[in-house]
């Protein structure tokens, strides 16, 4: 069982260049996130979307957008990569927006960008 | 809306118990628990919902209490696998459709 893709693993990146990071999960769940962690900081939630077609903002949205064309995939593109997106970024996904539905998360991508 | 996680850090010997905190300035409808191990993504434990209700996972227990607005997480007899960073998630009334916010987490270290 799959369940929650990314990619790439890790990446490094030149500062102004752009980047998408892929999500796929297998699990036909409505709601999909991503979040950054950074030491000391904790998962912080980047963009969300509760089902496909529709995304919203979350806390640090500054610098990334996404899209949800099916529900399957979450794509997060960083326009123009800058130093302190430098983070540990993981995709999650919940079957939907009950308060009882567990929250899976992918393995995460690493990426710096120089 | 972040939830407070106590303490940042602990440190135990193998067999040793431990209680992780975490406390939110919100009503809260559920609370959940996860370890992350050092390079690898969160990992879920359990779900606390409101109702006082406490849930086990192997010797890992949880409480939710609504009226103090915090959920607790007690490791008993530590083993070595529970080694991770522990981060609690929650749900409370202004959550839109059910998104969490986690803590900043509670790294945890067993010794043998």
């Known amino acids: 069982t799959a369940g929650i893709t990314q990619a790439p693993t890790s990446q490094i990146l030149a500062a102004g260049r752009s980047m998408t990071l892929r999500c796929t999960q297998d699990m036909r769940h409505n709601a999909m996130y991503w979040y950054r962690q950074d030491l000391g900081l904790g998962l912080r939630l980047i963009h969300y979307?509760?089902?496909?077609?529709?995304?919203g903002k979350g806390e640090v949205p500054d610098g990334y957008s996404v899209s949800r064309a099916n529900t399957d995939d979450f794509p997060l593109t960083l326009a123009s990569a800058v130093p302190s997106q430098t983070s540990v970024y993981f995709c999650?996904?919940?079957?939907?927006?009950?308060?009882?539905?567990?929250?899976?998360f992918g393995p995460g991508t690493r990426l710096t960008v120089l | 809306q972040q939830p407070v996680q106590s303490p940042q850090a602990v440190i135990l010997r193998e067999g040793e118990d431990a209680v992780i905190n975490c406390s939110s300035s919100k009503a809260l409808y559920s609370v959940h628990w996860y370890r992350q191990k050092h390079g690898e993504a969160p990992v879920f434990l359990m779900i606390l919902l409101k109702g006082g209700e406490q849930k086990g996972h192997e010797k890992i227990s949880a409480s939710f209490n609504e009226k103090k607005q915090q959920s607790s997480l007690y490791l008993t007899a530590s083993q070595l696998s529970y080694s991770g960073t522990y981060f609690c998630g929650t749900a409370d009334r202004g959550s839109t459709l059910g998104r969490l916010y986690f803590g900043r987490g509670t790294q945890l270290t067993v010794w043998p």
């Open positions: 979307s509760n089902t496909a077609g529709t995304t």
């Open positions: 999650a996904s919940r079957a939907g927006g009950q308060v009882t539905d567990t929250q899976y």
